[in-house]
């Protein structure tokens, strides 16, 4: 990791947000991730430093999707700080048992440039910079009403599959909490212009957010966008940033 200091001006420490991803193989490490969907609850709930944090499952698809992927599954969690957040997606029990059990494993370590909007009726995330040049990410998140849900699924999976089609999308991925209700996209982009051009296009993400807002499908969504600060393992064999140029 080439950053070492992860304080502001003031002195105070700058929240950071890890999201691991691990990938099981068929057999008894995947039915052992699903299990931990519960068991691993109360070891995540007494980690020191560990403020707002989420176990996932995944879809099939690379954005919403209704398809579940028993093979991946993921942690999102805030830190006090940098130096936490590497530590303790490392080396806390909780977290050697998901390597442990994984055939891949790979965490994105983010700093939070704009959010809006509440997950599960708080705010999780701390603006603690502006967006500079370099890779971001987006995460979208959403509870959809049980009454609009297929209208909604019915829309999502073109949505999932231009998400994939964008030549210039470094990552991406649907996970979420509880399936088919409550969903989140997560993807990373070379810059914010890349990432921009896409989410406000006329595609069918753009139709996509309007239809949203007119239709009411979500009791509960969240957006945020993050300066990615550096990404520890792989997927699919590769870093997705390893290419580019990360400021400090």
């Not at 992860?6 to 490490?29: E, K």
């Not at 130096?83 to 370590?109: G, I, S």
């Not at 890349?194 to 007119?214: K, L, T």
Request: proline fraction near 6%; include cysteine; charge should be positive.
């Amino acid at each position: 990791m080439s950053e070492t200091s992860d304080t502001q001006a003031g002195g105070d420490a700058i929240q950071t947000v890890s999201l691991s991803f691990f990938r099981f193989a068929p057999g008894f490490d995947r039915v052992w991730a699903f299990t931990q969907m519960g068991a691993a609850r109360w070891a995540m709930s007494r980690l020191p430093g560990l403020g707002f944090w989420k176990l996932c499952g995944s879809g099939t698809g690379e954005g919403f999707t209704p398809r579940p992927n028993w093979g991946v599954y993921a942690i999102l969690a805030t830190w006090p700080d940098l130096e936490a957040a590497e530590r303790q997606t490392a080396e806390a029990p909780v977290f050697r048992r998901y390597h442990d059990h994984a055939e891949e494993a790979m965490t994105v370590f983010l700093s939070t440039t704009s959010v809006r909007g509440r997950w599960s009726g708080r705010e999780p995330f701390e603006v603690t910079e502006a967006a500079r040049p370099g890779p971001v990410a987006a995460l979208t998140r959403a509870t959809i009403r049980p009454t609009r849900a297929r209208a909604f699924w019915g829309a999502g999976p073109d949505i999932s599959d231009v998400i994939g089609a964008d030549p210039n999308v470094r990552f991406k991925i649907g996970i979420g909490e509880v399936p088919w209700l409550r969903q989140v996209t997560f993807s990373i982009w070379p810059d914010t212009s890349a990432m921009a051009r896409f989410a406000r296009g006329d595609g069918p993400h753009g139709r996509a957010i309007r239809a949203v807002r007119e239709g009411g499908w979500f009791s509960e969504e969240l957006y945020a966008r993050f300066r990615v600060r550096s990404v520890r393992g792989t997927w699919e064999g590769r870093n997705p940033v390893a290419d580019l140029e990360i400021a400090a």
